[in-house]
């Protein structure tokens, strides 16, 4: 089977602007997660969708961050405005049962 | 709040050496407990998991068994090859299926 997709792999921009990422979950699978994963640390779970609802969104900073997924299949990580410290890999997940299927992540350089 | 501890790296050795990478964990209950692991360029991959204590995961040569006793869940294996070379990752996930992952250990293996 495919994997989860995700793009673009890199992406460079300056603080204050804005960058989207695109995830496309293996086929068929309800939940999907999208992670931070902060240089030296551990992902850290920004929001979980079950189809097209969010699940969890705890720590997901609200001001800056959002995402949405249409019709419960692909689905989109916006900053606006970005900041320094949001440098870091982005990963997206799903699953179907309790296994989590992690994509490659997106780096974003925050200058 | 429930967390997981990971001796920092590198940890480098010589391809056929032992490898133990520690872990630690701090919760309440039984958690279930896993050893993901990422190869560059790749998105993050479950190795074993362990879902009661003393409980051993083992997959691709490496094992770590669920020691309540001592919350600990270290990862080992008898012969390290170079394809091992990555950062591997212990996580748990108590009873809401959230996932919580240590900060990584990065190993590298030299012919």
């Known amino acids: 089977e495919a994997g989860v997709a995700q793009s673009p792999r890199y992406k460079i921009i300056e603080k204050r602007q804005s960058v989207a990422f695109w995830c496309n979950p293996i086929s068929g699978h309800a939940t999907l997660y999208w992670y931070q994963q902060i240089l030296g640390q551990g992902p850290k779970l920004l929001i979980q969708f079950q189809n097209n609802g969010v699940v969890d969104d705890s720590q997901l900073p609200k001001d800056r961050f959002s995402a949405e997924r249409l019709k419960g299949v692909d689905s989109t990580l916006k900053i606006q405005p970005a900041k320094l410290e949001d440098s870091a890999v982005y990963l997206c997940a799903s699953s179907l049962g309790p296994r989590r299927h992690f994509g490659p992540g997106t780096r974003l350089t925050v200058t | 709040g429930d967390s997981v501890t990971q001796m920092e790296g590198p940890v480098t050795l010589s391809e056929e050496a032992f490898l133990t990478i520690n872990c630690t964990y701090t919760?309440?209950?039984?958690?279930?407990l896993f050893w993901y692991v990422q190869y560059p360029g790749e998105g993050l991959q479950l190795l074993l998991k362990?879902?009661?204590?003393?409980d051993k995961g083992s997959n691709k040569g490496f094992e770590a068994t669920y020691r309540k006793e001592t919350t600990s869940f270290h990862l080992e294996k008898g012969s390290v090859q170079v394809s091992d070379s990555a950062v591997y990752f212990c996580?748990?996930?108590?009873?809401?299926?959230?996932?919580?992952f240590g900060t990584g250990t990065r190993l590298q293996v030299f012919p």
């Open positions: 996580a748990l996930s108590h009873n809401t299926d959230k996932l919580i």
């Open positions: 919760a309440t209950g039984y958690p279930s």
């Open positions: 362990a879902t009661k204590a003393d």
